[in-house]
């Protein structure tokens, strides 16, 4: 499966993005699937995470509260909306596919997007 991530850019601090997901060469819904972020000398960490059927999710506890994950499996897509965005999130986000139901570790991460970046101003 492919994947390309959107949605990225420029935001004011408190500001909020949209990053969307979408597949081909496969179908989402058989997918757990994942965002993660890399900012600039810092290691790839998980954001969020949601199950196959979207019933599940897990978030890193420093977006709790202020990120959304979802997934349109009619549409092959996966969203992560950011509320209250701060300068802290500015990273390289990435989407991932994993054939794990709700998996919350990189090791765990099959197929990868290419990054989209975000960049919170203060």
């Known amino acids: 499966v492919q994947l390309q991530a959107s949605g990225g850019g420029l935001v004011q601090a408190g500001g909020s993005l949209r990053l969307s997901c979408a597949a081909s060469?496969?179908?989402?819904?058989?997918?757990?699937m994942g965002w993660f972020r890399q900012a600039p000398g810092k290691e790839r960490e998980v954001v969020a995470a949601?199950?196959?059927?979207?019933?599940?999710?897990y978030y890193t506890d420093s977006v709790k509260g202020r990120f959304t994950i979802s997934r349109d499996n009619a549409k092959n897509t996966v969203y992560l909306q950011m509320n209250s965005l701060k300068p802290e999130d500015t990273a390289v986000y990435y989407c991932?596919?994993?054939?794990?139901?709700?998996?919350?570790?990189?090791?765990?991460?099959?197929?990868w997007g290419q990054g989209t970046q975000v960049t919170v101003s203060s």
């Open positions: 991932a596919a994993s054939h794990v139901l709700l998996a919350t570790v990189n090791a765990e991460y099959t197929y």
């Open positions: 060469g496969g179908t989402l819904s058989s997918y757990g």
């Open positions: 949601i199950s196959w059927s979207g019933r599940s999710s």
